[in-house]
């Protein structure tokens, strides 16, 4: 079962014993606040879609220590189907990432017919919630700082907000560095994470155990790529995962992701240009595996914009290929690091 990213709380009766508008002192139900700190710690998200005023849920959830555990909350009087949506595109994840919790029948039922991906989940559900497998993921060093990446960015798209410039004048005020790394071992389980996570920027859906990961790193038949990003708001973390397979007079790139939390800072395509580089100057052709759904056309487009065309079709898999010919130098509104054994 897919490990859910961020579950979504409806506060009266759920969160809280009672209801807000009718008694501003609600205390927490039992158990809650340890839900919320093991959720937190696993590197899942969490959110609010509440009816109530979100100046009293502010202030309530202020003093009870926990305002800050939830990401853009929706607070208002409208749909909680139509508040989940905006979550989940504030967050840039899918909607079948997300969990959402409530006591009422109506409001669960509401959200299971307008968001059938929308995973949901009874308010009494509370005390099994962190036994249960979508919400137990692998816990990596990057998942317990994830709220924190988020913050960071609510940062960027507040400064973006106000910049007066097109986007591509925005980008190059960042100060992006992207470094792109062969991982040690301690890196794995990061690298793994992110093939069972990402749905959206991810060329073909393989996921990778942690030990396939280990031999494909080592071994002279592989080239397995890492990369972090980050800028003057500071870091984004481990963002984009690439394994290409080696053959005499062709590489393959069997797997590039990237994280949907960078889908607009225009990186998408720097590991890409740089495998493309690597393949011409160790003279083989360049192909790649694509699986196309309906989650990662933004990595089409960026194979298409790159240059690769269609040149065979193995059931569900696309081959493309890049004649390696023209200028492939990397974007010029960051600074790229590479940082790999290839160049050690």
Not at 86 to 103: H, K, P, R, T, V
Not at 186 to 212: I, K, P, S
Not at 313 to 335: A, M, N, S, V, Y
Request: proline fraction near 3%.
């Amino acid at each position: 079962m897919k490990t859910i990213k961020c579950l979504v709380w409806d506060l009266d009766h759920t969160l809280w014993d009672g209801t807000l508008l009718e008694d501003p002192q609600v205390s927490l139900k039992a158990h809650v606040e340890g839900v919320l700190t093991k959720l937190d710690e696993r590197g899942i998200l969490l959110s609010i879609a509440s009816k109530n005023h979100f100046q009293d849920v502010q202030s309530r959830l202020e003093e009870l220590g926990l305002w800050g555990y939830f990401l853009y909350p929706e607070v208002h009087w409208n749909p909680k189907s139509q508040s989940i949506r905006q979550i989940a595109e504030n967050l840039n994840i899918g909607l079948d990432s997300i969990a959402f919790m409530d006591d009422q029948d109506f409001e669960l039922q509401e959200v299971q017919y307008a968001l059938p991906q929308v995973r949901c989940y009874r308010a009494e559900d509370l005390n099994t919630l962190l036994a249960l497998p979508e919400f137990s993921p692998t816990v990596t060093p990057e998942a317990r700082t994830r709220r924190a990446l988020y913050r960071s960015e609510e940062q960027r798209k507040g400064a973006e907000q106000q910049f007066s410039g097109t986007s591509a004048e925005f980008l190059r005020t960042l100060d992006m560095h992207f470094t792109l790394f062969t991982p040690e071992f301690a890196d794995l389980e990061r690298a793994e994470e992110l093939t069972v996570r990402t749905h959206q920027l991810n060329t073909t859906g393989y996921t990778y155990a942690l030990q396939e990961l280990d031999q494909m790193r080592k071994s002279a038949d592989h080239l397995v790529h890492l990369a972090r990003l980050e800028d003057r708001f500071g870091t984004y973390g481990t963002i984009g995962l690439g394994v290409v397979e080696k053959q005499r007079e062709v590489w393959t790139i069997k797997l590039l992701l990237m994280s949907c939390r960078v889908m607009s800072r225009g990186v998408g395509n720097v590991m890409l240009t740089h495998l493309m580089q690597e393949a011409r100057r160790a003279g083989v052709k360049l192909q790649a595996e694509f699986k196309p759904n309906d989650r990662n056309r933004m990595m089409q487009v960026t194979y298409r914009f790159a240059g690769f065309v269609p040149v065979e079709k193995r059931g569900d898999i696309e081959i493309l290929q890049h004649d390696l010919h023209g200028d492939l130098r990397q974007p010029d509104h960051l600074t790229v690091h590479i940082h790999t054994l290839q160049e050690a």
